[in-house]
């Protein structure tokens, strides 16, 4: 199973700049998919989900109005558009992945819910 999250980059306060999350090795539908994030010398946090079909989504207060959560069933890729993007959306993003059959433990907010991790991107934003 790999998750290959890119898309990061350098971008001035108010910019966008587009995520994505390619997902191999396993039945991308029946995942459950989200974005974390982890900025400087702080804990991962979660920021967005979206369900199998992409239908539901949910992001944090934190991005409510300025990012969007999508998916792609059939190019197996989940996205994240990022825009009036700030500097305190510096951080590492992360995309990860939970089995719609996962018996893992834990709520959707909490890394040990998600049994696959992209190896993250980072995006920094500059006042």
């Known amino acids: 199973v790999q998750l290959q999250a890119s898309g990061g980059g350098l971008v001035q306060a108010g910019g966008s700049l587009r995520l994505s999350c390619a997902a191999s090795g396993i039945t991308f539908s029946n995942y459950f998919m989200a974005w974390f994030r982890q900025p400087p010398g702080k804990e991962r946090e979660f920021i967005a989900r979206i369900s199998w079909t992409g239908e539901t989504t949910y992001q944090t207060d934190s991005v409510k109005g300025r990012f969007t959560m999508s998916r792609d069933n059939a190019e197996n890729t989940v996205y994240l558009q990022m825009n009036s993007l700030k500097p305190e959306d510096t951080a590492i993003y992360y995309c990860?992945?939970?089995?719609?059959?996962?018996?893992?433990?834990?709520?959707?907010?909490?890394?040990?819910?998600?049994?696959?991790w992209g190896q993250g991107t980072q995006v920094t934003v500059s006042s």
């Open positions: 990860a992945a939970r089995g719609r059959t996962s018996y893992r433990g834990g709520s959707y907010y909490e890394r040990r819910w998600y049994a696959y």
